[in-house]
């Protein structure tokens, strides 16, 4: 049996997604939340060949998509949609609020799109029986992380294995980010300005394992001035070219074609998958290994 059915523009886990790398699991769910910005009708036709389990839920313009397959869970929550102004409002609104069922503090805008899903969330969650994966690109990443804070006190908090994000920006302050222990993989592209949004003086941190690609789709694990030089070259090689590349690197459908690349390289499809370690603390200096780990 393959690792994963190739015939969907979904990459389709034909085992359960921890038996795969994190490398692996990228790939499936940044084809989820590439695809979360779909109709429900598009989105059930790419999941079909694996489950018709699927939810599509909009309460105040927060959108998600809750997928069940034979052995896990995914919500994939829905990014900003640059037509619509609720989501707009959500990104700009950037007060700080406490953070009900946990500590610390989180960004109004977000706080308030996980609230107008979690009803959904939680209903599903009361008859949970399998591993769940959280996944989002933008704001939906934001959501994501502030809806696993909420798992975290409720009682789905032994099912939650993962959180993965795509280009998301910082969503609470350190007590925030801190009560949330669950593996987070938070992908970050080149130059995007999302991640770097709302600015740490404000009192935000990023929560999570950072996995970042350089400007030329290659997985990093640069920190200081390599990545500063990086950054410098892309918007270089962007302004030769009249793009602005803080708004072109945020693009989900980059971030997935880069990711797609990387499992190639890193942790090709083909391979045995392995089961994941926990994340590390501290930023990596050597180079991804060539198998998975």
Known sequence: MPAFALDSAIPLPAQPL???????????????????YDPPADFRNRLSPLTDRVEFWDRGGAQAYWVETPSDC???????????????KADLDAEQVPCRRLVGRVHHGFWTEANDLWTDVASRLATLDRPLWLTGH?????????????????????????????????????????AIDVPHYRW?????????????WLGYVHHGRQAYVDRRGRLRQWAGWERWLDRLRGWASGLLRWR????????????????????????????????????????????????AA
């Open 18 to 36: 921890g038996d795969y790398s994190w490398l692996q699991r990228s790939l499936f769910l940044a084809q989820m939340a590439r695809a979360a």
């Open 74 to 88: 995914v919500v994939a929550f829905r990014g900003t949609e640059p037509d619509d102004w609720n989501d707009w």
């Open 138 to 178: 933008s704001l939906g990443g934001a959501i994501a992380l502030v809806t696993a804070g909420y798992c975290r006190a409720e009682r789905a908090a032994g099912w939650l294995r993962g959180i993965y994000t795509f280009g998301a920006p910082r969503a609470g302050d350190e007590a925030f980010a801190s």
């Open 188 to 200: 970050v592209h080149n130059n995007d300005v999302v991640p770097q949004l709302p600015p740490a």
């Open 244 to 291: 602005i590349d803080g708004i072109g690197d945020h693009s989900m459908e980059r971030y997935a074609a880069s990711i797609d690349a990387v499992v190639a390289k890193y942790a090709p499809l083909g391979v045995v998958p392995v089961r994941l370690a926990a994340p590390r603390r501290r930023p990596l200096r050597r180079a991804p290994l060539r198998r």
